[in-house]
């Protein structure tokens, strides 16, 4: 069974970078043919697509995120991680790390981890 | 794409047949999936395409629809179905979210 994990700082100050990493267990990341996303849910509010890699290196991002945003992948240690600069207030938020397929369904979701953007 | 889930809340007893809207912006065939967030939980699939329901998910569970207008339907809840429920989209890139269902225990 594929279990995903989210770890890093959860505090962050304003304009500074935002790194989060996901930890894939129970599967190799390279296996099959899934994509890797970051979605984010801020409080009160909606789930936020973030961007996905594949574990050859392709990625895409959503263009909400002002070209701020880079997920990258290190499938030595099953692991893919998310960078945000320049982050302020309006990034506060549970950010989730999950596995999709080509056809953008999500699942399964990681636990979440709660960023807060704040001096 | 924008979706528009409603109600936003609602308060059932268990057992109760409830029945969750989402309505898109823009046609978006049957490419709809829902999800389900209990409490403290991350959300987990349970519908692909508008109506497959994802491995493991109890028949009580169905989901219908195509266009613009979709729904999920829960023919019995059951303690464990009183969560937030969302859709999403996928025809239209990027991907979007609705807000949310509340599922609440009356």
């Known amino acids: 069974q594929v279990q995903l994990q989210e770890s890093g700082p959860r505090l962050v100050k304003p304009s500074q970078t935002l790194s989060l990493t996901c930890t894939v267990s129970?599967?190799?990341?390279?296996?099959?043919?899934?994509?890797w996303s970051w979605i984010r849910q801020a409080a009160g509010k909606g789930l936020e697509w973030i961007g996905r890699i594949h574990t050859s290196g392709s990625t895409i991002y959503n263009p909400s995120l002002n070209s701020r945003g880079s997920i990258s992948v290190d499938t030595s240690k099953n692991q893919f991680s998310l960078r945000l600069t320049s982050v302020t207030a309006s990034d506060t938020a549970m950010y989730f790390c999950?596995?999709?397929?080509?056809?953008?369904?999500?699942?399964?979701w990681g636990q979440g981890t709660l960023v807060t953007v704040s001096s | 794409v924008v979706l528009t889930q409603s109600p936003a809340a609602l308060s059932l007893s268990p057992g109760a047949r409830v029945t969750l809207s989402c309505r898109t912006s823009?046609?978006?065939?049957?490419?709809v999936a829902w999800y389900q967030q209990r409490p403290g939980q991350a959300p987990r699939l349970l519908m692909s395409?508008?109506?497959n329901r994802a491995a493991g998910i109890p028949a009580r569970f169905s989901g219908s629809g195509s266009g613009t207008d979709f729904t999920l339907t829960i023919s019995s809840l059951d303690p464990e179905d009183f969560a937030v429920y969302y859709c999403q989209q996928r025809r239209r890139w990027p991907p979007t979210f609705g807000g949310g269902t509340k599922v609440e225990i009356k």
């Open positions: 823009q046609s978006v065939d049957t490419y």
């Open positions: 395409d508008a109506s």
């Open positions: 999950v596995r999709g397929g080509t056809d953008y369904w999500f699942d399964p």
């Open positions: 129970g599967a190799s990341i390279s296996s099959g043919s899934y994509y």
